[in-house]
């Protein structure tokens, strides 16, 4: 599975951006979809994960500012972040879990939240 995500950029704290990411390839393989980021100097964390059916998962730090979604007719997931603040700066990545558990890894796409 090969995945493309977009849609960061630079926003000031209280803003909003939406992250996209397309998934390709074994579309059998395509199973739970999720967002990790990283951020300078730290390990890379789950930010929010959705299965198939579309229950959603999310870290305590984004639960009410966040929303995972995805469309399983165009293989795609996406992330709309509301209320950024300064901590959620990260380069952000979309991830696949194939119903064997394994992982597929997008290149990233930075976010910046400036106070």
């Known amino acids: 599975v090969q995945l493309q995500a977009s849609g960061g950029g630079l926003v000031q704290a209280g803003g909003s951006l939406r992250l996209s990411c397309a998934a390709s390839?074994?579309?059998?393989?395509?199973?739970?979809l999720g967002w990790y980021r990283q951020a300078p100097g730290k390990q890379r964390d789950l930010v929010a994960t959705?299965?198939?059916?579309?229950?959603?998962n999310y870290a305590d730090s984004v639960k009410g500012r966040f929303t995972i979604s995805r469309d399983n007719v165009n293989y795609a997931v996406y992330l709309q972040m509301n209320n950024l603040k300064p901590e959620d700066t990260a380069v952000y990545y979309c991830?696949?879990?194939?119903?064997?558990?394994?992982?597929?890894w997008g290149k990233g796409t930075l976010v910046t939240v400036s106070s």
């Open positions: 991830n696949n879990r194939d119903i064997a558990g394994r992982y597929s």
């Open positions: 390839g074994s579309r059998f393989s395509i199973n739970v």
């Open positions: 959705i299965t198939s059916g579309g229950s959603p």
